[in-house]
């Protein structure tokens, strides 16, 4: 079930980066995170924001996962970054493993998650990126079962 959705306006890029890095801080073993958005909206961004909450080293630089859907980044947790927006097929999902990932002891950031159809998980903080401005954008954060939840009222306190 869906929580009340988090607004939260991020009107510059260190904005974004400091929400990214409270998410980061603020994940646990097992965590999902989804991030939609358009293309260009900022999901990238965010996810290196997240690394660096998580204390992934410096020399390991997130990028955009073209090549292989899936990067894997060393942490405070281990860091699995997605992005399906190249995905062929639900098919290519379990030749991935994906499910393994989704069910493990790290976070998941998955960027294009509607690509996961059925594997969709339940339990997932789904975070919305909208475009609106040249460095101004919008998050919509919504918890989906119970695990966000209260972490969700605490960034409520912080990014208001
Ligand atoms: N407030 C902001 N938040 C996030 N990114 C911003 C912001 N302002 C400007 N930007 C810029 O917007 C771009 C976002 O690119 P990024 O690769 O993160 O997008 P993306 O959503 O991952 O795109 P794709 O769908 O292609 O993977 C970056 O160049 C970033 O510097
Ligand atoms: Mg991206």
Same mark, same amino acid.
């Given at each position: 079930?869906?929580? #009340? !959705?988090?607004?939260? &306006?991020?009107?510059? #890029?260190a904005?974004?980066?400091?929400?990214?890095? $409270?998410?980061?801080?603020? &994940?646990a !073993?097992?965590?999902?995170?989804? #991030?939609?958005?358009?293309?260009g909206?900022?999901?990238?961004?965010l =996810?290196?924001?997240?690394?660096?909450?998580?204390?992934?080293?410096?020399?390991?630089?997130? *990028?955009?996962? =073209?090549?292989?859907?899936?990067?894997?980044?060393?942490?405070?947790? !281990?860091?699995?970054?997605?992005?399906?927006?190249?995905?062929?097929?639900?098919?290519?999902?379990?030749?991935?493993?994906?499910?393994?990932?989704?069910?493990?002891?790290?976070?998941?950031?998955?960027? +294009?998650p509607? /690509?996961?159809?059925?594997?969709? !998980?339940?339990? $997932?903080?789904?975070?919305? #990126? =909208?475009?609106?401005?040249p *460095?101004?954008?919008?998050?919509t954060?919504?918890?989906?079962?119970? $695990? +966000?939840r209260? /972490?969700? =009222?605490?960034?409520?306190?912080?990014?208001?």
């Amino acid at each position: 079930m869906a929580g #009340l !959705p988090l607004h939260v &306006a991020l009107p510059d #890029l260190a904005t974004t980066c400091k929400l990214g890095q $409270r998410l980061g801080e603020l &994940a646990a !073993p097992g965590d999902i995170i989804t #991030l939609s958005g358009d293309l260009g909206a900022g999901k990238t961004t965010l =996810t290196q924001a997240i690394g660096k909450g998580l204390a992934v080293p410096a020399d390991h630089y997130i *990028t955009s996962p =073209t090549f292989g859907l899936l990067h894997e980044y060393p942490g405070r947790l !281990p860091l699995y970054h997605m992005d399906f927006y190249r995905l062929g097929g639900e098919e290519e999902l379990l030749e991935l493993g994906v499910e393994e990932y989704l069910e493990g002891e790290g976070l998941c950031v998955i960027e +294009w998650p509607d /690509r996961l159809g059925s594997l969709m !998980p339940t339990e $997932r903080l789904q975070l919305e #990126l =909208t475009v609106n401005g040249p *460095t101004s954008r919008e998050a919509t954060l919504t918890a989906f079962g119970d $695990r +966000w939840r209260g /972490r969700l =009222t605490i960034l409520a306190g912080e990014f208001s």
